[in-house]
């Protein structure tokens, strides 16, 4: 495989990542696309950590209206950069984001933003089931907690499949933006209504 | 001025009100078009009235993203059937509410619905700033409601002058609505996001 113009610039439409990136992992991989792509994707997301402790003060408010009227989202999606903030793959992101919102049907961004009187009564109902399951007090606990834990993944947007491609999750998705974009990206706030429910 | 074809199409338009009524109400006014549109104002909102108890269970979500990206608003319009959730003239008020949500930024639909805390940390603020004032101790809990009426009706968005008609609120544009569709029509439910706010 080669490392021509045409490889180079099929991997940066792939990551995002700038030329010389992209020029020297392609050369690291003997121009195998898709192990650059990982080799950046690994490289590109330790980046991404690091910029996960800048402000965002930033942003763009993504919206979607369902065909049919019935369901509308409007999402915060916050960037450090009014630049970002403009920018077409970004204002894209947030509107992926708000149709993943419109069907997925989160209830909070995050683990720590569920509402503690909802994670209460999920709690008392799972270990009522566990009972019911005839299991012994002694596991019950444990299998609250593990129960709880898929509880949170299904209801938090950061943990759920994104569902135009349910390889990744939503985190993973701002991750792979951080790295392509170069900017810290979090999720502010979201917002869903939907007529009838 | 006369009753004829051209007058009675021009009340419809005016008020959204039925053929016949629109004829009869026409004669009785001599044909006068401003008079004609005050009455059937005054019967269409007596009708309102009695319409505003009817369930609301179909409806369709408003929704604005203001041009800049940084003020996104959905807002739940509802009524009584999908055939008015789908009238365009019902989706226009929607869409009109929500640009009136992104521009007049209200906290609650209506005064029941303000949280009880906000109240009360308004009212030890005005209580505060009359005492400050020097009014007398028996004349400041009036003031005090009084002003906290003031503050209602800016932070309610059914109290609000209508950004796009300020002679009118919320309240009154809804009436109207409610009279020229025939259906009872209620907010629902709305959120705003600001970037920055």
Chains 1, 2 share one sequence.
Do not use: W
Not at 9 to 26: C, I
Not at 56 to 77: A, D, P, Q, R, T
Not at 115 to 125: C, G, L, M, P
Request: aromatic share 4%; charged share 30%; hydrophobic share 40%.
């Amino acid at each position: 495989m080669a490392v021509n113009m045409d490889s180079i610039k099929k991997l940066r439409a792939m990551t995002g990542a700038g030329m010389m990136d992209v020029k020297k992992t392609l050369e690291e991989t003997g121009g195998d696309l898709e192990k650059a792509a990982e080799l950046l994707r690994e490289r590109g997301i330790a980046k991404a950590a690091k910029k996960a402790d800048r402000e965002v003060s930033e942003g763009f408010v993504g919206s979607y209206l369902h065909h049919n009227g019935k369901i509308g989202v409007i999402v915060e999606l916050n960037c450090e950069t009014d630049f970002v903030a403009r920018n077409d793959a970004f204002r894209d992101l947030a509107r992926n984001i708000a149709i993943h919102i419109a069907m997925a049907n989160p209830q909070a961004v995050s683990r720590d933003q569920v509402d503690e009187n909802i994670v209460e009564a999920e709690r008392v109902s799972l270990r009522k089931e566990a009972l019911d399951e005839g299991k012994p007090e002694h596991i019950v606990d444990k299998m609250v907690e593990g129960r709880l834990g898929k509880f949170f993944s299904e209801i938090c947007l950061m943990e759920q499949p994104y569902v135009k491609d349910d390889k990744k999750t939503i985190e993973q998705l701002l991750k792979e933006s951080i790295a392509s974009i170069g900017e810290n990206i979090q999720v502010g706030a979201f917002h869903r209504i939907a007529i009838g429910e």
